[in-house]
């Protein structure tokens, strides 16, 4: 069974930074693409960020583009995201995902197993 755990959010100002984790267990970690999206209070959840198992391609939504970066480390079945210059707009909760697919990352369905989710809060 597929388990993936985020951690690293909480509480920071505008401007700041934070690094979020996600280990992955129960599966192949890196014949997987792993997705950050992330869900703001009464909005629908959105994509983030990816990086895709067979080209390292990291794709991202343009609203964080710059200042969110992606990173795995296969040897320790992690994911990162490191958040740079965080907004207010920012803050929701961040999920990580898991597919075993290469294309359309940015699409929720693709991915089989999620997190149960990590706090960012940014204040302004």
């Known amino acids: 069974q597929v388990q993936l755990v985020e951690s690293g959010g909480g509480l920071v100002q505008a401007g700041g930074s934070l690094r979020l984790s996600c280990a992955a267990e129960?599966?192949?970690?890196?014949?997987?693409?792993m997705g950050w999206f992330r869900q703001a209070p009464g909005k629908e959840r959105e994509f983030v960020v990816a990086?895709?198992?067979?080209?390292?391609?990291?794709p991202h939504a343009d609203s964080v583009k710059g200042r969110f970066t992606i990173s795995r480390d296969n040897g320790r079945n992690t994911v990162y995201l490191q958040m740079d210059a965080l907004r207010p707009e920012d803050t929701a909760v961040y999920y990580c995902?898991?597919?075993?697919?290469?294309?359309?990352?940015?699409?929720?369905?693709?991915?089989?197993?999620w997190g149960q989710g990590t706090q960012v809060t940014v204040s302004s």
């Open positions: 995902a898991a597919s075993i697919q290469s294309t359309q990352l940015h699409r929720d369905w693709m991915y089989s197993s």
């Open positions: 129960g599966l192949t970690f890196s014949t997987y693409s």
């Open positions: 990086i895709n198992w067979k080209d390292g391609s990291t």
